[in-house]
């Protein structure tokens, strides 16, 4: 069984919203980048609500985040899952990762958006109880970016992360 680990933040201390996810899908940990699925909306959703070419690269789509104050971030910083879907995670190897010290480090943010149920449900099963001093924050969730999300349309998934912007 191997242990999955995710990826640091990508924040800066003025970010001022916390995009959470659960933990990077398989696709994502072999190429080292979030959202990294070609069928994943994350980046295309980014793309529209910033009116940003979607050509960018990986080091450029998180400048895009960074210049729009927005941080990118897991919930968990590692576990065993035996696929990329959230319902593979094994419950029993999830570590999550130091929000205490991420919030400290950037005092700014006070809206989290949760990309999907499962990163919310961690966060407020696993974090929220040892989080010190963060009682302003507001918790937003947001329908699934993975392509098994498929309930929804990409315009629909849109139409709802739109709230983002609302945000900036």
Not at 38 to 64: A, T, V
């Amino acid at each position: 069984m191997t242990i999955n680990s995710g990826f640091p933040a990508i924040a800066k201390t003025d970010s001022v919203i916390l995009i959470l996810g659960s933990m990077p899908g398989q696709k994502s940990l072999e190429q080292q980048q979030y959202y990294a699925h070609p069928r994943n909306s994350f980046w295309p959703i980014m793309f529209q609500l910033f009116n940003i070419d979607k050509e960018l690269g990986y080091s450029q789509r998180k400048q895009l985040l960074n210049s729009n104050k927005i941080a990118l971030w897991d919930v968990l910083e590692s576990c065993y899952r035996g696929g990329s879907l959230d319902s593979d995670i094994d419950q029993t190897t999830i570590e999550v990762n130091d929000f205490n010290l991420f919030f400290k480090n950037h005092i700014e943010i006070k809206n989290i958006f949760f990309n999907g149920a499962k990163a919310e449900q961690l966060f407020k099963k696993d974090v929220l109880k040892n989080l010190v001093g963060h009682q302003d924050l507001k918790f937003h969730k947001l329908p699934s970016t993975s392509p098994a999300h498929a309930a929804m349309s990409f315009e629909q998934k849109l139409q709802k992360w739109k709230a983002i912007k609302d945000l900036i």
